[in-house]
C-alpha cells in the first residue's frame, strides 16, 4: 500500500520553522515564539496590503464608482426635466390650440344665430310692412 508523504512533509516542514526560529533566538522559546508571531503579523500585513480593494486603492475605486454613479443620476434626472418640460409645453400648445378652436366655432355660431335672425326679423317685418 502506497501512504501519503503529505503529513510527513507537513511535519518536516514544521520541525524545520520551529528549528530555524529558536536558532535565531538563541534557544529561547519565548523569544522565538514572539518572532514568528511578529513575522506572521509582518506577513499578513503584506498581504492584506496587497489584496485588492484594499486601502488607497479601494478608496480611489468607491471614489470613481460614486462618481458614476452621481453623473447617471445627475444624467437620467436633467433627462426627466427635459422630457417634463418638452410635455409641459407641448400641453399648454394643444390647450391654447383648443381654446382657440372654441372660441372660433362659438364665433361661427353666433354669427350664424345673428345671421339667421336677422333674417327672420326681416321676413316677419315684411308681414306688416316694413323692409
Known amino acids: 500500500m502506497s501512504r501519503s508523504r503529505v503529513p510527513l512533509i507537513l511535519g518536516g516542514t514544521a520541525a524545520a520553522g520551529i528549528g530555524y526560529y529558536l536558532y535565531t533566538a538563541g534557544g529561547d522559546g519565548k523569544v ?3 518572532q514568528a508571531e511578529a513575522d506572521a503579523h509582518r506577513v499578513s500585513a503584506r498581504f492584506k496590503g496587497e489584496l485588492p480593494g484594499r486601502g488607497k486603492e479601494a478608496e480611489k475605486d468607491a471614489e470613481a464608482l460614486g ?3 452621481g453623473a447617471k443620476v ?3 434626472l436633467n433627462k426627466t426635466e427635459a ?3 418638452k410635455a409641459r409645453s ?7 390650440n383648443a381654446k382657440d378652436n ?3 366655432k362659438i364665433d361661427e355660431f353666433d354669427k350664424k344665430v345673428e345671421n339667421e ?3 327672420a326679423k326681416s321676413g ?3 308681414w306688416f310692412g316694413g323692409k
Open 74 to 76: 445627475d444624467s437620467a
Open 90 to 96: 407641448e400641453a399648454e400648445a394643444y390647450a391654447r
Open 67 to 69: 462618481k458614476q454613479a
Open 102 to 104: 372654441t372660441l372660433k
Open 32 to 34: 522565538a515564539q514572539k
Open 83 to 85: 422630457e417634463l418640460s
Open 124 to 126: 316677419i317685418s315684411s
Open 117 to 119: 335672425a336677422s333674417k
